[in-house]
């Protein structure tokens, strides 16, 4: 019986031995790991940056896209230019993109209103 009691205890402290040392890595590992991110994030400032003017010229490019194709389908529609039902389709995606997508409420949008939702096609 005294046997089996020193093993209960030598397992005991064996479990508590190691306990101890994943408590304190955990500790020592935090300040590394912040610093680690932080050294990450100084690095990849550049590339963000850069990410960041790309996204921009893109968002910009969508935004005169969706401007450009919407105008010409309007002044088309305007002029009596017949469209079929996929082009009238393609252009309502457009026309959603670029209200619900883009948040843009121009003078398209108005043009919009008035040749599309006005019966005029």
């Not at 991110?37 to 005169?64: G, S, T």
Request: glycine share 2%; charged share 30%; aromatic share 8%.
């Amino acid at each position: 019986m005294e046997y089996i009691s020193v093993i209960v205890i030598s397992i005991a402290t064996f479990l508590n031995a190691l306990i101890a040392i994943a408590s304190f890595i955990s500790k020592v590992k935090k300040p590394v790991d912040n610093a680690v991110d932080k050294k990450f994030a100084e690095a990849l400032k550049p590339i963000n940056n850069k990410l960041n003017v790309i996204d921009k010229r893109i968002d910009k490019l969508d935004k005169n896209q969706c401007k450009n194709y919407l105008t010409e389908f309007l002044e088309d529609i305007r002029n009596g230019i017949p469209k079929s039902d996929i082009q009238i389709q393609r252009a309502t995606e457009v026309y959603d993109h670029y209200i619900n997508d883009l948040h843009l409420n121009t003078y398209i949008h108005d043009s919009w209103e008035k040749l599309m939702k006005g019966g005029n096609k």
